[in-house]
């Protein structure tokens, strides 16, 4: 099946840091990738949608220039967290579609990085 | 919001019984899929359902699926304590463009 590699798996910053999470597509590529937030024993939230060459798309809600996403090749996502605070604090997880054209299929995700800021 | 409901938010159950969730949505949907997440870890999908389904099986896992409820159900038979995770539904409302809305989720526990 297809693999989504996601690094670091875990990130301990101070307040004021930027943090940056990479997404990788290992074995296919994908011009569309997902970022989502998870809360403690909550759901995911999607936070934007990477597109590979043009500008992602951010959900009602997420702050852009907080949330940098970079899309700059067919396997590889970039999320930076800028200037992060304790409330960035959470668990971030990428996903990908293998399915070029095909939009209603699976999605295949990467094992999430938890982020803690002090 | 478009978020899914699940219950129950969490379940109980000694090995060798059978696990029932539910997930119910807002509006109509392409397709609808279950994934689970071990603590800590990404999502794996286990199975999806498309709107003209009503019933799909793969090993110990049944999924129904109701449209005119705008609900379905995931059954694990014969749990294991393996099984022990977080299990997801999702679905793309018609025309989202991949975009998966996930239920808020049922921590499932296996006892031994």
């Known amino acids: 099946g297809a693999v989504v590699s996601q690094h670091p798996s875990r990130v301990i910053c101070k307040s004021g840091t930027s943090v940056k999470i990479e997404c990788r597509s290992l074995?296919?590529?994908?011009?569309?990738m997902f970022w989502y937030r998870q809360f403690p024993k909550q759901s995911l939230m999607l936070m934007a949608t990477s597109n590979e060459g043009s500008k992602a798309t951010y959900e009602q809600g997420v702050e852009k220039d907080k949330f940098l996403i970079n899309h700059a090749s067919l396997t590889l996502s970039t999320l930076t967290v800028t200037s992060a605070h304790p409330e960035d604090s959470s668990f971030y997880i990428c996903?990908?579609?293998?399915?070029?054209?095909?939009?209603?299929?699976?999605?295949?995700f990467g094992s999430g990085t938890q982020l803690s800021v002090l | 919001s478009q978020q899914g409901e699940e219950d129950p938010q969490a379940l109980s159950i000694q090995e060798g019984e059978n696990a029932t969730m539910n997930c119910s949505y807002k509006t109509s949907i392409n397709n609808l899929q279950w994934y689970r997440q071990n603590s800590g870890r990404g999502l794996v999908h286990l199975i999806l359902i498309r709107s003209n389904e009503r019933e799909k099986h793969s090993g110990r896992l049944r999924v129904t699926l109701d449209t005119s409820k705008k609900s379905s159900s995931l059954l694990i038979t014969a749990s294991r304590a393996a099984d022990t995770a977080s299990y997801f539904c999702a679905f793309r409302y018609g025309g989202s463009n991949y975009k998966l809305t996930f239920g808020k989720g049922t921590l499932l526990t296996v006892n031994p």
């Open positions: 074995d296919f590529q994908a011009t569309t």
């Open positions: 996903s990908a579609n293998p399915y070029p054209g095909r939009t209603n299929e699976k999605l295949f």
